[in-house]
């Protein structure tokens, strides 16, 4: 580690990083009970800020896999029947215990994800609100009542639970894409079996003990853990057992996965990678507009889905906006996320690292300069400084694929139309970013820009109480907002003769 302003890491644990490493379960939820892999196979979970193992869980086999989804088959209709207030009273428990446990929900975040303990906290009230918000959706599910044209017959439309779900979650927030999809399934009716991401089981591991805990029947939540999740999942997809997946990764994945669910034609909803455009226009307020660039850029350590990937700024400000913006990046503190007053912590693994420096390697080649940071430091845990590129050409790597770091690549436009054009040349469509201060572009701009998301004058677009989810390669259904249990739900038609 080389930046002045990093902390050095630490393999000496504090009190409460033992305890709550020590508390958290290490072994599956499947049917209302802990259990051990098939063989107790395990494998390791690691500290990104130093290497360090830092748990050992269970490794599932498929016929684990197989267990867990025979347990939430069983659980499914007794779940269904469950009323409407019982489901959002379960939900509201769980919603309180996350709050109440959010302290050591982060820190445990922390030390299998790396970001800041402070970011992590913001995570556990995020995930929690997507419990509250559901809570609330249960008690909402509604139907309708029709006259046919002719008069002859009643439509009675209602909605059901959409039946057994698997449900697929990736490392970056690690409790949040859990509950985003826990929530709705939860209130609707539906069992379910998670699997997280093989880097960050412990959170869903402490989650699950929180939903055991406050009285989620046996069986409607299982969680299964491993490192062969293609063929521990894709058996448990083609059976048709589930009828749905849901799933937050990346398109590679999501591409395969939507292939399998189709054999037996299940319901998916896929939140998959973005490539999202920042907009600065020359009317912007830059203040604003720097602001807005480090929370778009910066939560998560990049690490996200919505990060700006691309940022278009107007030529006759981009250098005043890449002097602010690469100073405030130069201040930022990176360190271990455990570690007080870190801002940046370690990005997830090697694997994560390396590909950031190959993208920033690549930029250079082809033009990029670079006006903070820009080299890997040596040094234990995957840290990589925040970066700020510009004049970065439209055939850089880093233009057509997700970065997930802290480097924010600068680009110069000139008109409405090219930076459109820019923009929307991709194939992904989750989120915008738009700085402008003239009402009839931002309008006009949000209208044609291709995606499902645009923050207008704000870096973060993320609520549990609104719509998330992207259009062409970034997916398919959204996640919260009052749609969001739709996608847990079937809706039925009764005729009735009159
Ligand atoms: P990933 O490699 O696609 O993995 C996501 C999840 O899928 C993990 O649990 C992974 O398990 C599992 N998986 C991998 N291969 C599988 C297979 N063949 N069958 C079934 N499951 C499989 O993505 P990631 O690197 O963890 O996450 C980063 C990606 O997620 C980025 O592209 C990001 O944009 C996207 N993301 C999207 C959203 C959104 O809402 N749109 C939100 C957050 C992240 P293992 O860990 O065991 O491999």
Redesign the pocket.
């Known amino acids: 580690m080389t930046t002045s302003s990093q902390t050095s890491g630490s393999s000496t644990r504090s009190e409460a990083e033992q305890r709550v490493l020590q508390r958290v379960e290490s072994r599956m939820l499947i049917g209302g009970e802990w259990v051990s892999a098939e063989g107790n196979a395990t494998f390791d979970v690691d500290d990104p800020a130093n290497g360090e193992v830092i748990a050992q869980v269970a490794d599932a086999t498929p016929a684990d896999g197989r267990r867990a989804l025979d347990a939430a088959v069983a659980a499914q209709a007794d779940f269904a029947k469950t009323t409407p207030q019982e489901r959002h009273d379960l939900l509201m428990k769980a919603y309180d215990a996350l709050i109440a446990n959010q302290d050591d929900l982060a820190l445990l975040m922390t030390l299998e994800m790396g970001k800041p303990v402070a970011e992590a906290k913001g995570e556990i009230t995020y995930a929690a609100a997507f419990f509250r918000h559901f809570a609330h959706e249960a008690l909402r599910i509604a139907g309708e009542f029709q006259t046919a044209p002719a008069g002859n017959a009643r439509f009675m439309i209602t909605k059901q639970p959409v039946g057994p779900c698997l449900l ?6 690690p409790l949040a ?1 859990g509950t985003r999809k826990i929530g709705p399934a939860l209130a609707a009716g539906c069992t379910s079996v998670i ?5 960050t089981p412990l959170s869903m591991l402490a989650l699950g003990q929180i939903l055991v805990d406050v009285g989620v029947p046996p069986g409607v939540v299982n969680i299964v853990t ?5 063929e ?3 058996p448990l ?1 083609r059976s048709g057992d589930a009828r749905k997946l849901s ?8 591409k ?2 939507l292939e ?1 669910c189709a054999e037996k034609v299940l319901r998916t909803s896929m ?4 490539n999202a455009p920042f907009i600065v226009f020359e009317d912007a307020d830059l203040d604003e507009a720097v602001t807005g660039a480090m929370q778009a850029k910066m939560r998560n350590m990049g ?4 990060a700006a990937n691309r940022i278009y700024v107007h030529e006759s400000v981009i250098e005043e906006f890449g002097q602010r913006l690469s100073a405030t990046m130069a201040e930022l503190k990176v360190g271990p996320g455990t570690a007080e007053g870190t801002q940046v912590g370690p990005l997830v693994d090697q694997a994560g690292r390396q590909k950031v420096s190959d993208l920033v390697a690549d930029a250079k080649d082809k033009g990029a300069s670079v006006l903070t940071g820009g080299e890997a430091p040596d040094g234990p845990g995957y840290f990589y400084p925040p970066t700020v590129l510009t004049g970065v050409p439209e055939d850089a790597r880093m233009v057509r694929e ?1 970065i ?1 770091g802290p480097v924010a690549p600068l680009t110069p436009f000139t008109s409405e139309d090219e930076v459109i054009a820019a923009a929307n040349s991709t194939e992904f469509g ?1 989120v915008s970013y738009v700085f402008t201060n003239d009402l009839r572009r931002a309008l006009r701009v949000a209208e044609r820009i291709e995606s499902g998301m645009v923050g207008l004058n704000q870096g973060v677009v993320s609520n549990p109480a609104a719509p ?3 259009i062409k390669e ?2 398919l259904g959204r ?1 919260g907002g009052s749609v969001g249990i739709d996608e847990f739900l079937e809706v039925k038609y009764i005729g009735v003769a009159m």
């Open positions: 697929i979650t990736p490392w970056n927030f894409m699997k997280p991401a093989h880097q491993c490192t062969g999740a293609g521990v999942m894709e997809i799933f937050t990764g990346s398109t590679k994945i999501g395969v996965l399998q939140e998959l990678g973005g690490e996200a889905c919505t997700e997930f989750l998330f989810g992207g970034s997916g996640e």
